[in-house]
Structure formats: structure tokens, C-alpha cells
């Protein structure tokens, strides 16, 4: 039987009872060319009878079971190197493929022809109310034709979202890292390696969530571990001299990326809050861009804060922010 277009790898990780949901978008697909890869650990989370179940109904679907609680990062790796597609969909339990999604992707590569990356549109779904995804500016400004990431550097400024992309296995997958974020670093390899990238504006995930975030990290982790991941991204970008035009949009998504993981609500405890604040200036200092632009507006006043190492001046502003809002609500 020849390998199908796509492996869709999925760590069944089912802690608001969304995988079946996830499933079913799947197998409802009128593009069927695709396997589910679902990996399942000893995670108390993770609901084998339910696996099992799907993975007798369709043939599609197979169970690669762990045997340990190893976390989201090592699920994907086992799912990766059992996946036998042509290209690779990495998807979590709280998100559903948008109705003939899989088409879409299959006749994208059809004008495309063979592509590294693909990058597609996703939404967020949080109390019957939806959102665009974060990508969508960035995803409208790189056009329609394939390109290398050093002629469209503004593609390492969008969220380093491991579920809004196809990577075609055959370019090589880096390994997620443990803890929590372990997306960030494999996002930007792949984009730094990759020849050709293609966009599919339409969206295709959507996600089901308040944020964005990963719920569940490796044993162990914790939300500090952002720092490191993005360390490992900079790593990466050094080792490529000929992408170094790329590096503005990836710092400002670093930032970007520290002050919307510190302004989350249950993020960060307060407690750690001077600790994380103090670390993502150092991250700062230490990544800056020569000649950098910092972004305007209020976001460009969190930066400055950021840089200048003023805790208390940042969370003084906050608060300012959040009572103006409540008298505009009043």
C-alpha cells in the first residue's frame, strides 16, 4: 500500500474530553489520503478504551502506545518516527479540522508541488466565541508563491505554532525538546531549513481554548521553560548566516511571546513574577538586534519597560490598564 499524503500525529491527551471531537472532524473528511497517528502514554489523561475504540472503527487510525507518562514533546517524537505520510500534521485533542480542510491542503500542494513547509490559517473557539489566529496579518503578507524563508523573513515573526503548518517528513523533523513550549525550537528549524514554503490562507484548525498554550508539558516542566526553548532558537539561527535578516522578527516574537505568557492569568504565580520578569530582560539584553525598532503604541511602552528592567514600573502600568478598562466597561 503506498504511504498516504498525510500522517496526522495526535497525543491523546483528553483532560476536557475533546478527542473524540477532534476525531470525528477528522474521519469526516472527504479527503481521505491520511493516517491518525494516536499515541497514547500511562498519562491519566490519556484514554486508551476511547483510542482503541476509533482505531477499530477506521483503518486510518493506529495506537502507538508508551510506556510511561513521557508528555506532549516525547508523544510527538514517538508519533513522528511511526508516521509513514508524506507530510506531517501535528494536532492536540482540543482542535477540529474545519470541514474540507484536507482538500484544501492536498489541492494547496497541488499548485504548490512539493513544499518544506506549509503554513495554513487557524481560529480560536473559547465560550461560543471565536477568533482569528494569530498568523492571519503575517500569513496575508507573504503572497502566493513558494519562497525561502530568507526572502520572506517575516515568517519567523508569526507564533511558533506546530499545528498551523504541514512539514514534509522527508526534510528531516527535529526532536521536540521536554517541557513546556517544546513547539518553538522544531517550528523555527524547520522554517530555517526549509527551500521552499507555501501558504494556505484559509483556515483550517481551530482551536478550542482560552489560549494558545499547551496545557500539558514533560514531567517536570514548567512555564520558565520558554526561555531555554527560545535560546535554542537563537542557537539555530546563528548556525545560518544567510538568514540572519530574520532575526528583528524573531526577537520580537520572543518578547512578544515573554509578555503574553507573563500577562496570562495562572501563568506565572506571583511569587515567580519578579523571577520571570528579570529573566525575560535578560533574554532581552542578550538577543537585541543591533538598529532595533521596538513596535509602537502600548506594546512598544511593554517593551521599552522590558528592556529597561522596570518590574515595578510594569506592573504599576498594568494595573493603570486594567482600571482604565474596567471605567471604559462601566
Known sequence: MPSPLFSVVLPAYDQHQQLKDCLDSLLSQSFRD?????????????????????EMRDPRVSVLRLDAAVGVGRSRNAGAAHAKGEYLLFLDSDHVVQPEAMQALADRLDETGEVDVLLFGHSREYR?????????????????????????????????????????REAGLPGFPDGHYDEIPVVHQSLLTAKRVAVLEQDCVRIRRRHTLHPTGSPGSSHFDI???????FELLDEHQELAVARPFLFTRM???????????????RAERPQFFHRANEYY?????????????????????LASGAYAAFEVAKLSQIARNAVARS
Do not use: M
Not at 493516517?35 to 484514554?47: G, I, M, N, Q, R
Not at 461560543?128 to 519562497?147: D, I, Q
Open 227 to 233: 526561555f531555554d526553548q527560545y535560546g535554542r532558537s
Open 128 to 168: 461560543e466565541r471565536v477568533w482569528p489566529g494569530g498568523a492571519a496579518k503575517t500569513l496575508a503578507s507573504l503572497g502566493s508563491e513558494v519562497f525561502a524563508p530568507q526572502d520572506r523573513p517575516q515568517v519567523f515573526g508569526a507564533p511558533p505554532l506546530i499545528w498551523d503548518r504541514l512539514l514534509r
Open 255 to 269: 518578547i512578544r511571546n515573554f509578555l503574553f505568557v507573563f500577562d496570562l492569568a495562572g501563568c506565572v504565580p
Open 285 to 305: 539584553r542578550s538577543y537585541l538586534p543591533e538598529n532595533y525598532h521596538r513596535p509602537e503604541g502600548r506594546e512598544g511602552i511593554k517593551f521599552s519597560l
Open 34 to 54: 491520511f493516517e491518525v497517528v494516536l499515541v497514547v502514554d500511562k498519562s491519566p489523561d490519556a484514554p486508551e478504551r476511547l483510542s482503541e475504540a476509533y
